[in-house]
Each structure stands twice: as C-alpha cells, then as structure tokens.
C-alpha cells in the first residue's frame, strides 16, 4: 500500500504565507515525479504546480500562471516528500489542495500509477 499525507494547511491573510508537505510512505519502488492540484468550491481540479523526482532528473518544475512567482515547489528525495512554499497569498488561492504523484511500488516496478493524497485546506481571508 501506498499512502499521501498532506499536512500545512490552514487559514491565513491575504499577503501571507504558507508551507504544504505531503510525504509518500509505503511499498514505494520508484517516484517519477509529484504535485499539488488544487479545488476550489465549484470548480474543478487544476494543476498548481509539479516537479519531477528522479535521482537522474533535474528536477525539472511546473507551475500554473497564477502561481508563478509566487509559489514553490521543492522535493526532498531521501524522505519521500514535496513542498510547497506559497507566498504572498490571494483570496482566490482559497482551495483543498491536494498532493499526487506518479509512482511505483515494490510490485509493479516499472509501472507507474498516479496516487492522490486526501488534501489539505488553504483559505486565504481577512
């Protein structure tokens, strides 16, 4: 089995800042990259940003253009884990946030599935 634990959320001001973790633990094999997506009420699902993990990568990056300059991602690859450093919060980042990644297990080897963790709420208000 493979679990997610998302932990960092919480409310703060606009302007403010937070850091999201989210740790993989379990049978894993091999992580090929992680993320976090965010939901907000109503909508759907959307990519905040994403890194890969490999020990050969670069450790390439992705962001949203809503989030570039403001947000960052970061991974530690010994413990399993991603981060996400947000900065100068908006309103609109207001979301559950949810990390993912794309991993292996002791099983599958070199197959790779996309596992979700249960989220974290971030809400950003005065």
């Known amino acids: 089995q493979v679990q997610l634990v998302e932990s960092g959320g919480d409310l703060v001001q606009p302007g403010g800042s937070l850091r999201l973790s989210c740790a993989a633990s379990?049978?894993?094999?091999?992580?090929?990259?992680m993320g976090w997506y965010r939901q907000a009420p109503g909508k759907q699902r959307e990519l905040v940003a994403a890194?890969?993990?490999?020990?050969?990568?670069?450790?390439?990056?992705n962001y949203a253009d809503s989030v570039k300059g403001r947000f960052t991602i970061s991974r530690d690859n010994a413990k399993n884990t991603v981060y996400l450093q947000m900065n100068s919060l908006k309103p609109e980042d207001t979301a559950v946030y949810y990390c993912?990644?794309?991993?292996?297990?002791?099983?599958?080897?070199?197959?790779?599935?996309?596992?979700w963790g249960q989220g974290t709420q971030v809400t950003v208000s005065s």
């Open positions: 379990g049978s894993i094999f091999s992580i090929r990259a």
């Open positions: 890194i890969t993990t490999t020990i050969t990568s670069d450790g390439t990056t």
């Open positions: 993912n990644a794309r991993l292996s297990t002791l099983t599958t080897r070199s197959v790779y599935y996309i596992y």
